[in-house]
């Protein structure tokens, strides 16, 4: 049995790099940064959820999430005009609306958490969750499963394989610049 009190540390930990991350999604000016800060919160929530005893639903959102982000930043780098998508860009519109539905939804969330009715003791826990919940998810259709897997990482692998060290339109080094669209004009 795990002492409490490192339950309780590893639980304010992951929920510390949880709410760090998601907000450094936003505050990020690079879509690549981006990802991989959304994937750190992700990853923390997945902890959370492996403490607190759903450790299939956990292991699913770290392995499922990591692989989505890794593939979108990969995607980013390979088709974007911004080589490796590291350069600034802005990554918030329509500011004012998003700072109000993000209050409007904390606000929502603390008013259920403040004054929802939650039993005070867990609920006992079959001792083959993990295995219900995984044949009732999957059940008849693991094959398929399985091939969806395959195909991501034979994609993964490809989309590394033909990323270059070069942007989309040349070297950073060099400005990168995105050519005209006539054959005869020059560079924007």
Do not use: C, K
């Not at 390979?78 to 700072?99: D, E, I, K, S, W």
């Not at 409007?104 to 001792?127: E, H, I």
Request: hydrophobic fraction near 60%; aromatic fraction near 6%; glycine fraction near 10%.
């Amino acid at each position: 049995m795990i002492d409490p009190v490192v339950v309780d540390v590893a639980f304010f930990s992951f929920a510390a790099i949880a709410i760090v991350a998601g907000v450094r999604v936003f505050r990020t000016d690079s879509m690549v940064r981006a990802a991989f800060y959304l994937l750190a919160s992700f990853a923390a929530v997945g902890g959370i959820m492996v403490l607190l005893g759903a450790e299939f639903l956990g292991m699913v959102l770290i392995l499922m999430m990591a692989g989505e982000m890794l593939v979108m930043a990969i995607v980013m780098v390979m088709f974007m005009m911004n080589p490796a998508g590291l350069n600034p860009m802005v990554m918030v519109h329509q500011n004012r609306v998003a700072a109000v539905a993000g209050v409007v939804a904390f606000l929502a969330l603390a008013a259920v958490g403040l004054t929802g009715d939650f039993p005070d003791r867990p609920a006992p826990n079959p001792p083959a969750a993990t295995v219900e919940l995984g044949q009732e998810l999957l059940g008849n259709s693991m094959l398929a499963f399985q091939t969806a897997g395959v195909t991501l990482l034979a994609t993964m692998i490809g989309a590394v394989a033909i990323a270059g060290s070069r942007g989309r339109y040349g070297s950073a080094e060099d400005g990168s610049v995105e050519p005209g669209l006539q054959p005869d004009e020059e560079p924007a």
